[in-house]
C-alpha cells in the first residue's frame, strides 16, 4: 500500500466511553493492511482485555509505563514525582522505538490525560509530535486536551457523554470496560 499518505495527528476527546475503544479499532484496521503499529499505554493501572488479543494481531507492538496503584490526586508529592518521571523516560523510549524501527501508527493511549494532570511533561510530547517521521501516524487520546495540541492535531473526534451506566452506579464491567 502506499504509506506516503501517512502522517496525520489524531486526538480522540471528551468524557463519554469510546476514546481508547476508537483507537483499538483504528490499530485493527491498520494491522489489516500490513501496518506496523505501537500501543503506548499511560496512566495504566490493571491489564486490560485488549492486551490478550492485541498480541495475536499482525504487526502490533505493546508497551506499557509502570502499572499505577492510584489516581493522581490520592498520589502524595514524592509518588506523583515518580510517575512523572517514569512517564518522561516512556515517551522518550516510545519515540525512540519509532524514530528507529519501520513504525506506520503510533498509538499513545491516555497521554492527554497524563499530561492534565502533570505526570507527564507536555514539552516531550509536543516536541516528538514536531520532529517525528514524517510518515508516522499518531493517535492520543484522553480528555482536556490542551489548545498546543489541538492546535498540532489533524483529525480531533470529541466523545460526548449523554449516558453512562457509571451514574447509576454500575461500574466498570470486564469484556467492556476492562
Ligand atoms: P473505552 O476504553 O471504554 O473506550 P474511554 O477511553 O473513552 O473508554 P476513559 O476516559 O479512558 O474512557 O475512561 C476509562 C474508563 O472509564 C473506561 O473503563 C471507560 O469505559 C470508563 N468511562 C468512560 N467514560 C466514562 C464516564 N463518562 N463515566 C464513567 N466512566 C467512564
Ligand atoms: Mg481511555
Given at each position: ?58 504487526g502490533v507492538k505493546v508497551f506499557r509505563g509502570k502499572p499505577l496503584t492510584k489516581f493522581s490526586f490520592q ?100 469484556g467492556i470496560e476492562k
Amino acid at each position: 500500500m502506499d504509506k506516503s499518505k501517512l502522517g496525520l495527528i489524531h486526538i480522540y476527546t471528551g468524557d463519554g466511553k469510546g476514546k481508547t475503544t476508537a483507537a483499538l479499532g483504528l490499530i485493527l484496521r491498520a494491522s489489516g493492511r500490513g501496518l506496523n503499529v505501537v500501543l503506548g499505554q499511560f496512566l495504566k493501572g490493571r491489564e486490560t482485555g485488549e492486551l490478550h488479543t492485541l498480541s495475536l494481531l499482525p504487526g502490533v507492538k505493546v508497551f506499557r509505563g509502570k502499572p499505577l496503584t492510584k489516581f493522581s490526586f490520592q498520589m502524595n508529592e514524592q509518588e506523583k514525582a515518580e510517575v512523572l518521571q517514569g512517564h518522561n523516560e516512556f515517551i522518550k523510549e516510545l519515540a525512540s522505538y519509532c524514530n528507529n524501527n519501520d513504525i506506520d501508527l503510533l498509538v499513545l493511549d491516555e497521554v492527554i490525560g497524563a499530561c492534565g494532570t502533570h505526570l507527564l511533561d507536555e514539552r516531550l510530547l509536543i516536541d516528538f509530535l514536531k520532529h517525528k517521521p514524517a510518515h508516522l501516524e499518531v493517535v492520543m487520546t484522553g480528555r482536556n486536551p490542551s489548545m498546543e495540541l489541538l492546535d498540532m492535531a489533524d483529525y480531533v473526534s470529541e466523545i460526548c457523554k449523554r449516558k453512562h451506566p457509571f451514574d447509576k452506579g454500575i461500574p466498570a464491567r470486564e469484556g467492556i470496560e476492562k
